[in-house]
């Protein structure tokens, strides 16, 4: 999930994992603004992880820690971005 800004902001990450498995709720993986963030963003696409810019959610998400899991008020708008996903990865298939 990315966020870009105008010229005099700065661009921020924020990558998330969910392990329906093991996790909770899904986590922190990466976040970072600036040139850490155009690094997230080119690894991802290398990887072809799906990216999604979504300002306001990164927001949020920029003020956690590596690690954590989404807070709770977040997880439909994460769902609906997971499915998103989901969708893409299917029609892909």
């Not at 709770?72 to 298939?93: C, G, H, K, W």
């Amino acid at each position: 999930m990315t966020v870009n800004k105008n010229k005099s902001e700065t661009k921020k990450t924020v990558a998330l994992k969910y392990d329906q498995n093991t996790d909770q709720a899904p986590r922190i993986i990466a976040s970072g603004k600036g040139s850490i963030a155009e690094k997230i963003i080119k690894k991802a696409r290398q990887e072809n992880i799906p990216i999604k810019e979504d300002k306001d959610v990164v927001q949020v998400l920029a003020e956690l820690n590596i690690g954590d899991e989404i807070p709770e008020e977040l997880y439909t708008v994460i769902a609906e971005i997971l499915s998103f996903f989901y969708n893409i990865e299917d029609l892909q298939a």
